[in-house]
């Protein structure tokens, strides 16, 4: 098993970080343009990348201001994030909001881990600028690495 | 234990990475520009970044254009990098070079951890526009997070 794990902190209320990550449109501000989503549990949410593919995420959890919890049910190109689960977890810290982000349960620490670490980091940057300033870069605006 | 995992792809030959990864110079286009380095193998290189803290790195093995392997013996902010290692390792693919970038023995999977992952993800575009433009963004021209 391994995990990547990231840390950024927002110059924000939680609710706005919360709101970010649950409503569509909030997703659709640094994650990918190409979301289909509903702040539910036991909904699935639908991220797609173009032909770089996408994933299917179950919401597994939700507490207000404080946690989302995804699992990842399918995924377009390939089955590395199959089973793996995604945590944001908000505390809120002197005014600002403190997100730890968790992409756990990878079978193997591989080359797809590596870049995908990468990117998560790439976009939790692109989350903060969202709700700091209103522009995030959400695919197919983030930087190609 | 706990590592940090990334990869990034650079548009250019290995040597050239590696000169960034080895030489003062280098190092101060993408990382730090407070550093003190030099590219042979028993030294030990000295990055700070103000009042934020620094390390020293003894450089425990150089494979010119392949590898670049350091070990943390200081850190000015804490005892959590002292004795990690931080791994570049680089392949040639495509005419880009592929670089596998590890920092490794972590005791635990703490918040700076998750803190440092982030940075080192922002260090490594940095070190991928360095070698492919000319212009990194080493501290302290990095991205606050």
């Known amino acids: 098993m391994a995990d990547i794990l990231h840390m950024v902190t927002i110059k924000a209320r939680p609710k706005h970080v919360y709101a970010a990550l649950t409503e569509q449109a909030g997703l ?4 990918t343009e190409k979301v289909s989503a509903e702040p539910r549990v036991g909904s699935v949410a639908q991220f797609r990348f173009g032909d770089r593919g996408g994933s299917d995420m179950e919401i ?3 507490e207000e201001n404080r946690l989302v919890h995804w ?3 399918a995924h377009l190109s390939g089955d590395e994030w199959v089973g793996t689960e995604v945590f944001f977890d908000l505390r809120e810290e002197n005014g600002a909001t403190v997100v730890r982000f968790s992409h756990r349960r990878w ?7 590596r870049y995908c670490s990468m990117k998560w980091a790439g976009y ?8 700091e300033t209103g522009h995030g870069s959400p695919w197919p605006h983030d930087v190609q690495i």
Chains 1, 2 share one sequence.
């Open 107 to 113: 079978l193997e620490a591989t080359d797809f881990l």
């Open 71 to 73: 699992a990842c049910r």
């Open 124 to 131: 939790l940057v692109s989350l903060k600028n969202l709700v």
């Open 28 to 31: 659709a501000g640094w994650w």
């Open 60 to 62: 597994l959890a939700l």
